[in-house]
């Protein structure tokens, strides 16, 4: 009954047009509000996701790393109680340092990560390798795959045409610092290029990948010493329990991260980003709630002769409360459709058409992706409706006190 009467006084002629006007505004300013959100939410879920399987290609499901240091301990007793438990996939030993890369006169700075043969099996830089093979050799002859960037930087070639490049890799010797001949304190070995990855800036211009226990040897780590342990799961929804279980195992000298855990800083910024630019669009149903305020305002004042006939036959003060809230929820009701409808129709077209371009064609793609989820929905919605029930509580409850006689 009480959307009856709002619908009836939607569409009636009123004395004042300006009336009519304000309340298609504000149907316009949320329907565009509602719009904005949706869309804005699908673009940050869209980049999220690509981000996410961009680093999940190099950021394995779980990796140990030392509580304090650089380097850890890790027995072969340990390594076997790890791989026994029932959620661990593959295990990956590594050891990883900072180390200067040279080819001829061309040097820059790596960070060279020593991997075992399991490596390819707990992340997805063996599918990135463009360019040659994966093949990090073993510790007489290791190979290198390494960083689009790195190899541009160091002018490396990997090309199956001609021989590939012969790579000077300077590393720091642990324990041994010498101020009389700093260079005892350094190692210097022999690899060659056998391939070339592209991810993401962050990890091409960074790594450069090779055999386990040829790092090892040329900085002098121990038998078990590692810099980290990576490990992929048999089912990444089981994440959070498999981390405690192996952290409850190994101890506080080790840290156990999760894949995101591993880069909480990239992750934690999109998130604030992303809520950040909904508070701001939620300004503007703030505007739309300040319409809705005159609207019904007005609309109090059109229909004071309406509210005195209702209270004549009968009608109490949460009658004329419900009618007048039914009238604010009616506008944004028909704003939010409108919009959602709107939102809909655009990533649906720019999912399968890809209208929207990206500038500088320096991204892997050169569309705004998109993806829209349930939640985001829901979201959008409930703010809406709570917004707007706040705008039409305070017209309406003016409307249930007021006190209107019939002349």
């Known amino acids: 009954m009480y959307l009856t009467f709002a619908w009836r006084y939607f569409k009636a002629k009123k004395s004042a047009n300006a009336i009519n006007w304000i309340s298609w505004v504000t149907v316009g300013v949320i329907a565009f509000a ?3 959100q949706i869309l804005v939410l699908s673009v940050f879920n869209g980049f999220e996701g ?19 240091g650089k380097t850890f301990l890790l027995t072969n007793d340990q ?134 226990n040829f790092v090892k040897n040329q900085i002098g780590f121990a038998i078990d010493e590692y810099s980290a342990v990576e490990i992929k799961l048999n089912d990444p929804s089981n994440l959070s329990t498999i981390q405690k279980q192996l952290a409850d195992l190994l101890g506080s000298n080790f840290k156990v991260q999760s894949k995101y855990e591993q880069n909480s800083s990239l992750y934690n910024t999109m998130k604030i980003e992303k809520w950040a630019i909904y508070a701001v669009l939620t300004l503007i149903l703030f505007i739309a709630a300040f319409n809705m305020i005159s609207a019904l305002t007005m609309l109090v004042l059109e229909k004071k002769k309406d509210i005195s006939v209702l209270q004549s036959m009968g009608a109490d003060k949460a009658m004329i409360l419900k009618i007048f809230l ?82």
Request: contains cysteine.
């Open 34 to 36: 509602t719009a904005c």
């Open 50 to 68: 690509l981000v996410k399987s961009l680093y999940s290609s190099f950021y394995t499901d779980i990796k140990i790393i030392p509580q304090k």
């Open 79 to 212: 390594i076997q109680q790890i791989k026994k438990n029932s959620g661990v996939q593959v295990v990956s030993l590594i050891a990883e340092e900072k180390a200067l890369l040279q080819n001829k006169d061309l040097q820059t700075i790596v960070y060279l990560k020593g991997v075992d043969e399991n490596y390819h099996q707990v992340c997805g830089v063996a599918e990135k390798t463009f360019v040659g093979k994966f093949n990090i050799g073993d510790v007489n002859e290791p190979g290198l795959i390494l960083g689009a960037g790195i190899q541009n930087a160091a002018g490396v070639n990997v090309s199956n045409n001609s021989s590939a490049s012969e790579l000077t890799i300077i590393l720091p010797k642990k324990g041994k610092v010498s101020v009389t001949d700093p260079l005892q304190s350094l190692s210097e070995g022999r690899i060659k290029a056998t391939g070339v990855f592209a991810i993401q800036q962050d990890f091409d211009n960074k790594y450069a990948i090779t055999n386990l």
């Open 326 to 407: 039914s009238e604010g929820l009616l506008l944004a009701a028909i704003g939010a459709f409108t919009g959602l409808l709107m939102a809909l129709l655009i990533c649906f077209l720019q999912i399968k058409f890809h209208f929207f371009k990206l500038q500088g064609g320096s991204f892997l793609i050169d569309y705004f992706p998109v993806k829209m989820q349930a939640a985001d929905f829901i979201l959008v919605l409930s703010t809406v409706t709570f917004i707007s029930f706040l705008a039409a509580w305070f017209p309406a409850r003016k409307a249930a006190v007021q006190l209107i006689e019939l002349r």
